[in-house]
């Protein structure tokens, strides 16, 4: 029964017989698959997807787009699209940042050819659920040698007066020696009465020469259990430089994977993550070397307070033919409490020689001293925590190319510490 309710759904969206294809396929595959293999996690039995596909009502819960800027954005709450802002001379370049329904009548080619080359269907059990069951779609396509200068938005709202799930899958195509900037929200707003899900795919196909800035801030709420998958496809001397700050409030996996297929290619990922109360999050970052002199860096810090729980998984793997590769990665966790729950798990698959890799990981409280001496220079205990903290997670912060996004992990990061 589900699988004609899904089909009627894709009819109704008028989708290409394909992309119809596809979802029935990723259903049958459901089943039989595997759940991803997240180190150290137990989230098997979190409710990640209840076997609904349907749309949201219209809602009350609207951003104030007098306050969002004029930069070229798409803004989506829910399942619908709200907002499309893009300048004229862009539009005329080729540039496309749309929903998937908008986009299949203006590139549907281009859709088809990348639509689900970053990320397989049959992957494991969450990605064929994602491509069977997604609801709401965005599609960033920066066409050849197109270079822009103001950063790309793209706000995705989940509204948490509604069970509807948030299952969306976003694809990012930057065509060859293209270079931008993208910034990517998922936020929940409304009362955040009402349990759901969220399953959220993220494919970047990094063309040849590409240089892609990629930012995300996710704010999810605490009634919402999260899978965010995030996996980028790099051809040769491509190039994607990642920012993500996990500042979700329900309980969270973040899959961040990076193919480096291309000779020459470049990935550089930056995470900062914080939970709080009961929360747990499971953070698994992976880079796998293919090409020749590939270089893959990870850098991951987070803090948990209270009960919370948060592990950093670290995967660097070298293939067999990757001459010349080079994989790094660091993470480590500061707990506040004696009751908080951290893993740090670095892992390092090295199958070919002439390549370089390395590793670093730990787990520590804050200082007793560095406390004393604050709190002696007439600082209260909350505010000396929040200095610790913001000097622990700058190390990352600072990294990150952009400072609106910079600025704006720090006002998340308090905004998280203010609800203790």
């Not at 949201?56 to 699209?81: C, E, R, S």
Request: glycine share 8%; aromatic share 6%; hydrophobic share 40%.
């Amino acid at each position: 029964m589900m699988k004609e309710t899904i089909l009627a759904f894709s009819q109704e969206k008028a989708e290409p017989i394909w992309l119809q294809e596809r979802r029935l396929a990723a259903f049958d595959k459901i089943e039989s698959l595997p759940l991803p293999n997240i180190e150290r996690v137990r989230f098997h039995r979190w409710n990640l997807g209840d076997g609904t596909i349907a749309v949201n009502d219209a809602t009350a819960n609207v951003p104030d787009f007098t306050a969002l800027g004029d930069n070229p954005k798409l803004v989506q709450v829910g399942t619908q699209t709200l907002l499309e802002q893009l300048p004229a001379e862009l539009m005329q370049k080729g540039l496309v940042f749309t929903d998937l329904q908008s986009a299949l009548e203006e590139i549907p080619q281009v859709v088809e050819a990348y639509f689900g080359t970053a990320l397989r269907y049959d992957e494991d059990k969450l990605a064929a659920y994602n491509y069977a069951y997604f609801n709401s779609t965005a599609v960033l396509y920066v066409p050849d040698n197109m270079e822009i200068e103001t950063p790309l938005e793209g706000i995705y709202l989940q509204d948490s007066d509604s069970d509807v799930p948030f299952n969306k899958h976003i694809l990012i195509i930057a065509g060859k020696n293209t270079k931008f900037s993208y910034i990517e929200r998922f936020e929940s707003i409304g009362g955040q009465t009402k349990k759901t899900s969220a399953n959220i795919s993220v494919e970047i196909i990094a063309g040849v020469g590409s240089q892609v800035s990629y930012s995300a801030i996710d704010r999810l709420g605490e009634n919402v259990t999260a899978y965010i998958s995030r996996r980028a496809k790099h051809d040769n001397d491509s190039s994607v430089d990642w920012a993500m700050g996990v500042m979700n409030e329900g309980h969270v996996i973040g899959d961040f994977d990076s193919d480096l297929v291309g000779n020459g290619s470049h990935a550089n990922l930056k995470v900062v993550a914080a939970s709080s109360g009961r929360q747990i999050q499971g953070i698994d970052t992976r880079v796998t070397n293919y090409g020749h002199n590939s270089v893959g860096h990870i850098l991951q810090h987070g803090v948990i307070l209270e009960r919370g729980t948060l592990t950093f998984n670290g995967i660097g793997h070298i293939v067999k033919g990757a001459k010349g590769a080079d994989a790094q990665q660091e993470s480590r966790v500061l707990m506040l409490s004696d009751k908080a729950r951290s893993d740090a798990n670095p892992i390092l698959l090295i199958d070919e020689n002439e390549v370089t890799a390395g590793h670093a990981a730990s787990i520590g409280q804050v200082d007793p001293e560095d406390m004393y001496y604050l709190m002696s220079r007439g600082i209260d205990q909350k505010t000396a925590e929040r200095l610790v903290i913001r000097g622990f997670l700058g190390a990352v912060i600072t990294e990150i190319p952009s400072k609106d996004v910079r600025q704006e992990l720090i006002s998340v990061l308090d905004s998280k510490l203010d609800k203790r």
